[in-house]
């Protein structure tokens, strides 16, 4: 069962071990075998629906490609219908993803699930920054503030420092987030972050930001 995390931003829901080890370690198997991208750094496969790095929604010229059976156990129950996307990322070590809002136009819910190695995701909202470590085998649940009006990312780094001092390495991390598409138009008014906002206001949103988190280790 997914509780919330009691910290700022408020939104963010949780559940330890949403896998066993046993079924983590024959994921992680499974993704060894798949035909990734050749490329150094974070790499990513899509099931569902592509995004577009260009309008920031749906890709309808890339053809649906239908969930794998291996995925369907992994599918969150608690929405009413399943993920139009499934995205599976690797992380090799030292890997990491440049701060972000996932695009409010497109996409409603967003959920995670970690395998493999840890490592820590940083919340950012102005000079506010909260850590949160991703844990191998938990299910995150992004609602609320921390979906919609703080960024989250990884960054690019060998270690990790956790708050007693420990310095841990990184090491091999795969991750799936499941994003369900928003039906009707986002309503929270945040022009940083919200491409509705930002088209109401005749702000057209830039584009690099999110390029380079196509492109980016």
């Known amino acids: 069962m997914m509780e919330e995390l009691p910290i700022e931003p408020k939104g963010i829901f949780w559940q330890n071990d949403f896998i066993t080890p046993e079924h983590e370690q024959r994921l992680i198997a499974t993704f060894r075998e798949l035909k990734w991208p050749e490329r150094p ?11 577009d790095y260009k309008t920031f929604g749906l890709d309808p010229d890339i053809p649906y490609k239908e969930f794998p059976e291996w995925l369907q156990p992994l599918i969150p129950t608690t929405e009413s219908r399943p993920p139009e996307q499934v995205c599976l990322q690797y992380y090799p070590p030292g890997a990491g993803i440049p ?33 949160v470590d991703l844990l191998p085998r938990s299910m995150m649940q992004m609602t609320g503030d921390s979906r919609l009006h703080w960024t989250h990312g990884i960054k690019k780094r060998k270690t990790d ?13 795969w991750s799936i987030t499941y994003r369900w ?4 138009e986002c309503e929270c008014g945040n022009l940083e972050f919200c491409d509705v906002a930002q088209r109401r206001n005749g702000v057209e949103k830039e584009k690099r930001s999110v390029k380079e988190l196509s492109e980016s280790s």
């Open 181 to 184: 598409s928003r039906e009707g």
């Open 99 to 131: 701060p972000h809002t996932d695009a409010h136009m497109a996409y409603d819910q967003l959920y995670a699930l970690s395998m493999g190695a840890p490592t820590i995701m940083q919340f950012r909202q102005g000079e506010k920054r909260k850590d």
């Open 41 to 51: 750094g974070r790499i990513s496969l899509h099931y569902g629906y592509t995004f």
């Open 161 to 173: 420092t956790l708050p007693d001092g420990t310095v841990r390495p990184r090491e091999e991390r």
